[in-house]
T-cell receptor
Framework: AQRVTQPEKLLSVFKGAPVELKCNYS??????LFWYVQYSRQRLQLLLR??SRESIKGFTADLNKGETSFHLKKPFAQEEDSAMYYC????????????FGTGTLLAVQP | KAGVTQTPRYLIKTRGQQVTLSCSPI?????VSWYQQTPGQGLQFLFE???????NKGNFPGRFSGRQFSNSRSEMNVSTLELGDSALYLC?????????????FGPGTRLLVL
């Protein structure tokens, strides 16, 4: 069955330190993966998607099919990066259904 | 463009009652998806509507239902409320022409069942 796993509920780092938010998936076909972010008191919003191969706010994510991972990385964390991050997998077929991980709360300490 | 709006923002109901939540998508968007967010289960897909037709459905009991109107606005209904239905209900809209499009989320309706 399709599944997304985010093993860390909380990740605390200091400002300027590198960040890696882990995401592993289970999917039988060719996966389409996303990272969504929810800042305090704001709505959930798309951060990046792997098919775009883009870098948003300094974050990047590489799809590793061998390890079935899509980890989110940033070389130098900023305090404004503190938020809840969700990894999501498109379910496939003619639908917009997303399967979300349980999320990781990133806390960047000054 | 105005974002996705959801009404009401907060609701308190008692067990056994029913509730209707509303979602207005971004103008021009034809796909509306609903998700339930709880601390224990995270974000779980309820259903998706496109052009007034349910296109996909998650693993929720039949007490959860929805519909979409010709103007793409969507409603979801939960009948015979249970304590476990307390959650944040999010809707998301997209153009709906192709899969994997960016979905834009509303602020959510927080439902508390007593």
């Amino acid at each position: 069955a399709q599944r997304v796993t985010q093993p860390e509920k909380l990740l605390s780092v200091f400002k300027g330190a590198p960040v890696e938010l882990k995401c592993n998936y289970s999917y039988s076909g060719s996966p389409e993966l996303f990272w969504y972010v929810q800042y305090s008191r704001q709505r959930l919003q798309l951060l990046l998607r792997h098919i775009s191969r883009e870098s948003i706010k300094g974050f990047t994510a590489d799809l590793n099919k061998g390890e079935t991972s899509f980890h989110l990385k940033k070389p130098f964390a900023q305090e404004e990066d503190s938020a809840m991050y969700y990894c999501a997998l498109w379910d496939g077929g003619a639908t917009n259904k997303l399967i979300f991980g349980t999320g990781t709360l990133l806390a960047v300490q000054p | 463009k105005a974002g996705v709006t959801q009404t009401p923002r907060y609701l308190i109901k008692t067990r056994g009652q029913q509730v209707t939540l509303s979602c207005s998508p971004i103008s021009g968007h034809r796909s509306v998806s609903w998700y339930q967010q709880t601390p224990g289960q995270g974000l779980q897909f309820l259903f998706e509507y496109f052009s007034e037709t349910q296109r996909n459905k998650g693993n929720f009991p039949g007490r959860f239902s929805g519909r979409q109107f010709s103007n793409s606005r969507s409603e979801m209904n939960v009948s015979t409320l249970e304590l476990g239905d307390s959650a944040l209900y999010l809707c998301a809209s997209s153009l709906g022409r192709t899969a994997q499009e960016t979905q834009y989320f509303g602020p959510g309706t927080r439902l508390l069942v007593l």
